[in-house]
T-cell receptor
Framework: RKEVEQDPGPFNVPEGATVAFNCTYSNSASQSFFWYRQDCRKEPKLLMSVYSSGNEDGRFTAQLNRASQYISLLIRDSKLSDSATYLCVVPSGGSNYKLTFGKGTLLTVNP | DVKVTQSSRYLVKRTGEKVFLECVQDMDHENMFWYRQDPGLGLRLIYFSYDVKMKEKGDIPEGYSVSREKKERFSLILESASTNQTSMYLC?????????FGSGTRLTVV
């Protein structure tokens, strides 16, 4: 299994839809995980951290399943402004400060 | 908020030139990183540094070197630029809750 692997997409959804992205990781010892958002031609920015079973922030919910080594990001009531690439990020090789980034999932929310 | 500043947004250099990409962070972070991002390949780690004068190779260090003489500054050096080094280069500084990236330098080698 690759260190981190996520749905390549692209996802095209209408406004108001619920969309979920999935990500798997290989290092069972990993403790913390992240979702980053990257807009076109911009740098990645931290969206959510996931340290336990999950985390919720408004319309966004991140869930962690340690047994299956699986992370998900759920976006409810999609907005046009949610259109971006979403990057799943995991610790690299057991390091506390090095991260490995997934290749990203492109989301386009249509009017 | 942490600010990570990359000196150039766009650069065009000739094959064989020595190229310096500069990155400065203002929050006294120990860890700094250089990535390149290419379509279909995602973000790949070139080098990182966990303290002044300390550096470690990432996944793709060939053709690159780095310098960290001061805690706030981490420089990426392309010793002899080649066309396959045309890419978006992103610098990051880390804190326990994750990375903060600079706005990137889009380098074109012609």
């Amino acid at each position: 299994r690759k260190e981190v692997e996520q749905d390549p997409g692209p996802f095209n959804v209408p406004e108001g839809a619920t969309v979920a992205f999935n990500c798997t990781y290989s290092n069972s010892a990993s403790q913390s995980f992240f979702w980053y958002r990257q807009d076109c031609r911009k740098e990645p920015k931290l969206l959510m951290s996931v340290y336990s079973s999950g985390n919720e922030d408004g319309r966004f919910t991140a869930q962690l399943n340690r047994a299956s080594q699986y992370i998900s990001l759920l976006i409810r009531d999609s907005k046009l402004s949610d259109s971006a690439t979403y990057l799943c990020v995991v610790p690299s090789g057991g390091s506390n400060y090095k991260l490995t980034f997934g290749k990203g999932t492109l989301l386009t929310v249509n009017p | 908020d942490v600010k990570v500043t990359q000196s150039s947004r766009y650069l065009v250099k000739r094959t064989g030139e020595k190229v310096f990409l500069e990155c400065v962070q203002d929050m006294d972070h120990e860890n700094m990183f250089w990535y390149r991002q290419d379509p279909g390949l995602g973000l790949r780690l070139i080098y990182f540094s966990y303290d002044v004068k300390m550096k470690e190779k990432g996944d793709i260090p060939e053709g690159y070197s780095v310098s960290r003489e001061k805690k706030e500054r981490f420089s990426l050096i392309l010793e002899s630029a080649s066309t396959n080094q045309t890419s978006m280069y992103l610098c990051a500084s880390s804190e326990p809750r994750g990375y903060t990236f600079g706005s990137g330098t889009r380098l074109t080698v012609v």
